[in-house]
């Protein structure tokens, strides 16, 4: 079993709507959670960093995560074209980052 | 914003021979990380760093890998004797105080063996 999954995409969405990107992991012992924002030849940019289960609010961008069923969303609000991007959910176990294969989304103008 | 900066941004070298990836962490920050991304594959961890020593490496981090802190400010990986399938997209990372605080990326360097 993969430690984190993602749906690979591609998500295609108008601009304006609302986009829910998801992951699961394997893993009951996984604290920290990220989601990170990848543009074509670059580095992941941290978007989201989150403790244990809830929500995490920042801009138009919430992140919540549910520990009971080993579940991690972002929710992107008012999605922009800007946005189109690749977004790589993450948990930390010791000093490595675990990532899920990442979502390729776009918004279309 | 403090920004991670890695140099070369791209690459290419010879089968067989040996590289040097560089990376100048965020100033302040002590933990020092390098990721690979295979072409159309996930991120993958392959060394941690932390006070001049490996904190924790990846079964890819064979003996051909290898990292040095040779200053206060850079940070590099080596690969000895590459191979086709080193080509990749190398990230180096840095967090501020402890491994669970956030890593922060810089934007790569592309590696193309030949």
């Known amino acids: 079993q993969k430690e984190v999954e993602q749906d690979p995409g591609p998500l295609s969405v108008p601009e304006g709507a609302i986009v829910s990107l998801n992951c699961t992991y394997s893993n009951s012992a996984f604290q920290y959670f990220m989601w990170y924002r990848q543009y074509s030849r670059k580095g992941p940019e941290l978007l989201m960093y989150?403790?244990?289960?809830g929500n995490k609010e920042d801009g138009r961008f919430t992140a919540q995560v549910d520990k009971s069923s080993k579940y991690i969303s972002l929710f992107i609000r008012d999605s922009q074209p800007s946005d189109s991007a690749t977004y790589l959910c993450a948990t930390s176990s010791a000093s490595k980052i675990i990532f899920g294969s990442g979502t390729r989304l776009s918004i279309r103008p | 914003e403090p920004e991670v900066t890695q140099t070369p941004s791209h690459q290419v070298t010879q089968m067989g021979q040996e590289v040097i990836l560089r990376c100048v962490p965020i100033?302040?920050?002590?933990?020092f990380y390098w990721y690979r991304q295979i072409l159309g594959q996930k991120v993958e961890f392959l060394v941690s760093f932390y006070n001049n020593e490996i904190s924790e490496k990846s079964e890819i981090f064979d003996d051909q890998f290898s990292v040095e802190r040779p200053d206060g400010s850079n940070f590099t990986l080596k690969i000895r004797s590459t191979k086709l399938e080193d080509s990749a997209m190398y990230f180096c990372a840095s967090s501020e105080r402890t491994p669970n605080q956030p890593q922060h990326f810089g934007d790569g360097t592309r590696l193309s063996i030949l």
């Open positions: 100033s302040n920050h002590l933990y």
């Open positions: 989150t403790y244990s289960s």
